[in-house]
């Protein structure tokens, strides 16, 4: 059994290295565009099962970010990255789960024995590719920042020459919204990581060890799926509080009485209240 933290070079483009995280994040951006399509064309006025599972989820992100970032235009914008972000990360995941998806590769040899190197390997468990996701998120809710709450409002924040106690608050944020990166990347690649070794761990004992015990494994590819989606909405839920962070103003910002973390307290107990209740206006 070889468990590799960090992802296998299978071939190069003009000296570019390309693993095999990289070739099955093409894989699944193609095929998301490709059901995207298919998708679009098939689109009826009375739903089928499908499209109404679809829709679903589309609204529970969507009234989810309504009502945490409080205005619509901004939700309208960043609505189709952020249910991209969501499948893309699920799928992408899943993909990892795909009984002998691992066995597809060529054979390597390595300090005197031969190793398979797999063809195909989960994105989310390349930590390049979480970072990835990470910086892409970050400077799109920087962006979404400065649109909607105004160059200077939102540079103040961090660059604040008015007083010394300002100042030092402006470098706590400017920290934090770097540490955002972190917090990010690194929670979602050790999660969908550990799961992967945890099923390549219980493949190995069924095979190896426990032939005739062969439903071992199928709990953890059950917890595993779940796993998945829960962090790929995790992802989301964060990108959604922090655009609602980023377009408040700093004077706004100062009347919050409590500042962040009131205002992020504030906003996810409404979301969730409002799911409880079945997405019924709040009174």
């Given at each position: 059994m070889n468990i590799s933290l960090a992802p296998e070079q299978i071939f190069?483009?003009?000296?570019?290295?390309?693993?095999?995280s990289i070739l099955t994040g093409w894989v699944v951006t193609a095929l998301l565009l490709i059901l995207a399509l298919i998708f679009r064309r098939g689109l009826k006025r009375i739903p089928g099962r499908l499209q109404a599972f679809l829709d679903l989820i589309y609204t529970?992100?969507?009234?989810?970010?309504?009502?945490?970032?409080?205005?619509?235009?901004?939700?309208?914008?960043l609505f189709p990255y952020l249910i991209t972000l969501f499948f893309f990360i699920v799928i992408g995941s899943w993909v990892g789960l795909l009984p002998g998806i691992t066995s597809f590769g060529f054979p390597e040899i390595k300090n005197g024995t031969t190793?398979?190197?797999?063809?195909?390997?989960?994105?989310?468990?390349?930590?390049?590719?979480?970072?990835?996701?990470?910086?892409?998120?970050?400077?799109?809710?920087?962006?979404?920042?400065?649109?909607?709450?105004?160059?200077?409002?939102f540079f103040k924040k961090f660059f604040n020459f008015s007083n010394p106690i300002g100042f030092a608050v402006g470098i706590f944020e400017l920290i934090s919204e770097l540490g955002r990166i972190i917090s990010?990347?690194?929670?979602?690649?050790?999660?969908?990581?550990?799961?992967?070794?945890?099923?390549?761990?219980?493949?190995?004992?069924?095979?190896?060890?426990?032939?005739?015990?062969?439903?071992?494994?199928?709990?953890?590819?059950?917890?595993?799926?779940?796993?998945?989606?829960?962090?790929?909405?995790?992802?989301?839920?964060?990108?959604?509080?922090?655009?609602?962070?980023?377009?408040?103003?700093?004077?706004?910002?100062?009347?919050?009485?409590?500042?962040?973390?009131?205002?992020?307290?504030?906003?996810?107990?409404?979301?969730?209240?409002?799911?409880?209740?079945?997405?019924?206006?709040?009174?």
């Open positions: 190069t483009i003009a000296g570019v290295p390309i693993t095999n529970f992100f969507y009234d989810m970010a309504v009502q945490i970032i409080g205005r619509e235009d901004v939700v309208r914008e190793e398979i190197i797999p063809l195909f390997r989960a994105p989310t468990t390349d930590l390049n590719t979480t970072v990835a996701l990470a910086c892409v998120s970050m400077a799109y809710i920087e962006y979404l920042g400065i649109k909607y709450a105004g160059a200077k409002s990010f990347s690194f929670r979602l690649f050790g999660n969908i990581f550990a799961g992967d070794v945890l099923i390549g761990v219980m493949i190995f004992l069924t095979v190896s060890l426990l032939p005739y015990i062969a439903p071992l494994p199928l709990p953890f590819f059950i917890l595993e799926t779940f796993v998945d989606i829960v962090q790929a909405y995790v992802f989301c839920f964060l990108t959604i509080i922090f655009t609602s962070l980023a377009i408040v103003s700093h004077d706004q910002k100062g009347h919050q009485h409590g500042g962040e973390e009131l205002l992020l307290s504030e906003k996810a107990a409404q979301a969730e209240t409002r799911l409880e209740l079945g997405n019924k206006p709040l009174i």
